[in-house]
Structure formats: structure tokens, C-alpha cells
């Protein structure tokens, strides 16, 4: 079977990231540790039934959860080729590129570097006098 192409691989993987995200959550409802009812518009909300100790709990739950879903959809990400950058930073060339510009660089240097056995250079039009008279 293909491989699925990248884009459709980085959303699926973003969305079961999403829906990791929410499992504490979910499993907090579901057990029924954590009740959560609507009011209709324009009523007065009833005071809640669930103890403040699982909501701290929850979101101590939440502290550890989060960024570990977030190490973790950054590692599948880079395993899939998509390479994470902080938003604040420029994406670091690929080897192919840093190769490219070093042969680039190396052209250059070899162009401008005086050929063995030449004459040394004289000075340009717009060089100091005293420095070409010897001695004064």
C-alpha cells in the first residue's frame, strides 16, 4: 500500500492530537468524577455538584497531559518530515542547501585569490600616496 501523502498524514496526526488533548476531559465526564450542566439562557445557573478537589485535580491532570501530547506529536512530526521550528526562529537550511551556498562561497574565494607565481597587486587610484613611497 502508498504511503498517504504528507499534507493528509500532518492533519490526520494534528487531529488525533486534538482528540488526545481531550481525553482527560472526556474520561473525567464519562466516569462521572466531573458533572457539567447548561443553563437555558436567562436562567440562573444551579451551583455546581462536583467538589472543587476534581476540578484541581483535573487540571493538574491537564498540566502534565498537555505538553506531553505536544513532545509527542512534535517527534511523529519530525518522524513524518515535517521539521518543527519555534515560531520566533527561521528554519534551518537542509543539508543540500548548506552544501550549495558553501560550493558557492568556495567559487568565489578561488576567484578572488591571486594565482601562485603572480605579481603582487599595485594599489588602486584611490589609495594613500605615502603608503607606495618608500620611507616617506
Known amino acids: 500500500m502508498p504511503a498517504p501523502p504528507r499534507p493528509l498524514t500532518k492533519t490526520l496526526v494534528s487531529l488525533a492530537a ?67 521550528t519555534p515560531a520566533g526562529r527561521d528554519r534551518r537550511p537542509t543539508r543540500k542547501e548548506r552544501r550549495r551556498v558553501a560550493a558557492g562561497i568556495s567559487v568565489l574565494q578561488a576567484d578572488e585569490a591571486p594565482r601562485a607565481g603572480a605579481p603582487r597587486a599595485r594599489p588602486g587610484r584611490g589609495a594613500d600616496p605615502s603608503a607606495q613611497k618608500d620611507g616617506r
Open 18 to 84: 486534538l482528540v488526545a488533548l481531550a481525553a482527560p476531559v472526556t474520561l473525567a465526564v464519562a466516569l462521572g468524577w466531573i458533572e457539567i450542566r447548561f443553563a437555558p439562557w436567562g436562567d440562573r445557573p444551579e451551583p455546581s455538584s462536583t467538589p472543587i478537589e476534581a476540578w484541581v485535580l483535573l487540571a493538574l491532570a491537564y498540566v502534565v497531559w498537555t505538553p506531553a501530547v505536544f513532545v509527542a506529536l512534535v517527534l511523529v512530526l519530525d518522524r513524518l518530515g515535517h521539521k518543527y
